[in-house]
């Protein structure tokens, strides 16, 4: 059975809709050695940021049933270093490369965004509105409507053609109000979800785990969350939703489409295997044809509720 794993992102047609998840794929290069990237949907790089960042102090990683805690303070190479150094040498013209933005400010993200959207091998932006807002006492942007909508229409004026994700914090009361927010300030799409505020103590030392304390929990343990939120975000908007958090197998892949997401990104899987992202995008298409599933389109949000 032949069948079409293609998907349509604005502004950008994908091969399949398997992609890797920004601080947990590098700069893509670091595994080339696993598979080829041509083969993959898209690459989002690791978070971006004007200079660049030492990260937090270790330990930064503790692993936890199902899943792992990270603190790494998203540290990077800087955006100038990426450009020169990184982006040349990734097959951007076969698989599309997504930028991951971080900023402390809207005028920081703006500038980031001005700068990566005069790159013709950047597909697109996805922003990460889980930093804290400087100039709102620390709050992350992705907690408050107001700020979250703001902040996408702010990246938006800067990013030229290239379209705009949100990638929305799964640590707030209503993500659907956040994920309207960024829609009405410009957002192209949505990434649903980043982590789950989380920590981990070792009753022997009597220390946390994290030289942070605290960290995000990724992996399987969240995939229960990250379905009930693409599946709430998918029915109150319009724009598309990539959906992560959990996805090991090319099951996981549909369990998603069948909630509505166009698209998936892998994350914490990829340091269960290095090769998982290239495995899931091979065993799709088969699986897809053990099921009778055609095309990824006519699948996609056929959840019967009810």
Known sequence: MSVDTSVRLPG??????????????????????????????GIVVKGLSLAPRQGNPMPRIAETPCGMLNAIGLQNCGVEKFLRDKLPRLPWRDTPIIANLYACDADEFAELAGVLSAEEGVAAL??????????????????DPCMAGKLAE???KRAGDKPVWVKLSPNVTDIVSIARAAVLGGADALTCINTLTGMSVDIRSRKPRLANVIGGLSGPAIKPVALRAVWQVCQ???????????????????EFILVGAHA?????????RPDMAFRIAQRLPELMAELGIEDLASYRGSLRVG
């Not at 399949?16 to 920004?22: E, F, I, K, L």
């Not at 939703?241 to 959990?246: F, H, L, S």
């Open 236 to 254: 109150a908007v319009s724009a598309p939703v990539i959906g992560v958090g959990g996805i090991s197998s090319a099951e996981d892949v549909l």
């Open 12 to 41: 950008m047609p994908v091969k399949n809709p398997v992609m890797t998840a920004s601080g947990t794929f590098g700069y893509g290069l670091e595994f080339s050695p696993y598979g080829d990237l041509r083969a993959l949907g």
């Open 154 to 156: 702010a990246v938006k």
């Open 264 to 272: 998936v990104q892998i994350g914490t899987a990829n340091f269960m």
């Open 126 to 143: 996805e922003v990460n509105i889980s930093c804290p807002n400087v100039k709102a006492g620390g709050i992350a942007f992705g907690q």
